[in-house]
């Protein structure tokens, strides 16, 4: 296969495969937006643009296609066109030709993948939580109770007359599918305000358009944190992905736990497959098969595939081994991976030892949430030792340099040193789904130049600030010597949460 090597800001090459598959041809500056409680999660915006201007305008025009169509198709929202549709039974029902095209995807999509796919399936969720809460698993009567209703037929389409007729009283929830249909539609607002390339990421899940070549980093489902390495690097133009999994949310009953995702023909959680990444012409199809994926047998998930030309796929199996077809591999380029840190040089420390390579420290934190779409604010997150001096800087999200100033604790410290751990992530992550404003950031021990620290005491710092507006501080003096320590914050106006977690790798 040939190949064709470009440069990206003239210091960073990445080989490219295969004809077509180009950088951003226009000389536009990429613009990022970040937002918080959109569609229950996150979402990034990137636009490629001649001015901030124009790729505000175009994060907008995001925004806005977002609240229009999650006025029809929220199903968590009693007022949207579909609750109310669903609140109807036995008679044909016009509807919008955006709930029309939905309820057709999914038929589309239930049909192709034998029932993997069925917006049903919330009956079934319903049950696992509930015995989640009495600490149970739940009964073969409730599970074959619930799949009876899920397999049931939930409403019937007349295209002609464009109606939607309710047949079924099964709960449903619109997720993979409909989420990637609003990402769709989103990232078509972006191009037609004019800028030149847009990336829509909603929850991990991107659509890439225009004259631009996204780098997308899947997330590791055996370490999700924001900071730590990706376990592979892809780069996509004019296409999207999806990734579904199991690792950020689901149930734990007598100390085990079970995936939100389930498979609405056995009633049984996905175990095998904890990640599914899928590359695909759009993100309709990105998104169902991601879905599909995690239940399916990876050998059905390959004849699913090669139907379909053009649709990669990354599977993690829950013993870490990775499925991929030949498709992906055309698509993924090497990942820059941090080293780890070696036992050997733990062993042969000088007198007082180095970090306990078995140990970790996650910073999990939730920001607040206010009604409606909310930018995300400027985060920072370091490590000093006791001399006040910034050995490593975990974290530090921002928009423009001229902000920096409002994360006063941080800014007040070695800046430069700060600077060269990076700002804001560069380029788009796929990652099963978050909640809305829930981030979780690790320090491995090591400083900014990448050696490991010696063992002892260090403050951990987490800020949080708004352009002109609040500041809030949380701050804790750790023992790096091997033993485990954990402090949770009470919530404030900006952070609802935060926990300083010191732990035993995979043992959180």
């Given at each position: 296969?040939k190949?064709?090597?470009i ?24 613009h ?94 319903e ?10 698993l ?73 004259e ?17 390495d990706?376990?592979a ?112 040089a ?87 789904t ?40 949380m701050k ?27 732990h ?5």
């Amino acid at each position: 296969m040939k190949r064709r090597t470009i440069i990206f800001g003239g210091a960073l090459a990445l080989t490219l495969p295969r004809g077509g598959r180009s950088a951003l041809t226009a000389p536009d500056t990429i613009h990022t937006f970040n937002y918080d409680n959109v569609l229950g999660t996150s979402l990034q915006v990137r636009v490629a643009a001649p001015s901030a201007g124009q790729a505000r305008t175009a994060a907008n025009a995001v925004l806005a296609e977002i609240s229009r169509q999650a006025k029809i198709l929220s199903t968590w929202d009693p007022r949207s066109e579909v609750s109310r549709w669903q609140r109807t039974n036995g008679e044909p029902v016009p509807v919008s030709p955006d709930l029309f095209r939905v309820l057709a995807l999914y038929d589309d999509w239930r049909a192709r993948t034998n029932g993997a796919v069925n917006p049903s399936a919330q009956s079934i969720i319903e049950v696992w939580q509930a015995a989640a809460r009495e600490n149970r698993l739940p009964s073969r009567e409730e599970l074959s109770s619930a799949v009876a209703g899920a397999r049931a037929p939930q409403w019937t389409l007349n295209r002609l007359t464009r109606t939607a007729t309710r047949t079924g009283d099964a709960p449903l929830v619109f997720a993979s599918v409909a989420k990637s249909y609003i990402i769709d539609r989103a990232a078509d607002a972006a191009m037609r305000t004019g800028v030149s390339g847009a990336v829509v990421n909603i929850g991990g899940d991107i659509a890439v358009r225009g004259e631009h070549t996204e780098p997308v980093d899947i997330a590791d489902p055996h370490s999700p944190e924001e900071n730590a390495d990706p376990i592979a690097r892809v780069l996509i133009r004019n296409r999207a992905i999806a990734t579904s999994g199991d690792y950020r949310r689901g149930v734990t009953i007598d100390g085990c736990h079970y995936s939100h995702i389930v498979d609405p023909r056995t009633g049984a959680p996905a175990q095998d497959v904890v990640s599914s990444s899928v590359i695909a012409s759009n993100p309709a199809d990105a998104g169902a098969l991601a879905t599909a994926f995690s239940v399916l047998k990876p050998s059905e998930s390959a004849k699913l595939a090669a139907s379909m030309p053009g649709v990669a796929y990354l599977l993690v199996k829950k013993d870490g081994e990775r499925v991929t077809n030949g498709e992906w591999r055309s698509w993924e380029v090497a990942a820059v991976t941090k080293p780890a840190v070696s036992r050997a040089a733990f062993a042969a420390a000088a007198p007082g030892g180095l970090w306990d390579p078995s140990m970790v420290l996650t910073i999990d934190f939730e920001i607040a949430q206010p009604r409606g779409f909310a930018k995300r604010p400027f985060v920072a997150a370091w490590v000093e030792d006791a001399d006040r001096f910034q050995v490593r800087t975990i974290a530090l999200w921002y928009q423009k340099d001229r902000y920096l100033t409002e994360m006063k604790s941080w800014y007040r410290s070695d800046r430069m040193r700060a600077m060269a751990e990076g700002k804001d992530i560069v380029h788009s992550v796929s990652s099963a789904t978050r909640g809305p404003g829930k981030y979780s950031l690790k320090w491995d021990g090591k400083d900014n130049a990448g050696k490991i620290v010696k063992a002892g005491k260090y403050t951990v710092y987490l800020e949080v600030a708004r352009e002109h507006g609040t500041h809030q501080l949380m701050k804790k003096e750790f023992d790096f010597n091997g033993t485990p320590d954990k402090e949770t914050f009470p919530g404030n106006i900006e952070v609802a949460s935060t926990t300083f977690d010191y732990h035993k790798l995979g043992g959180k």
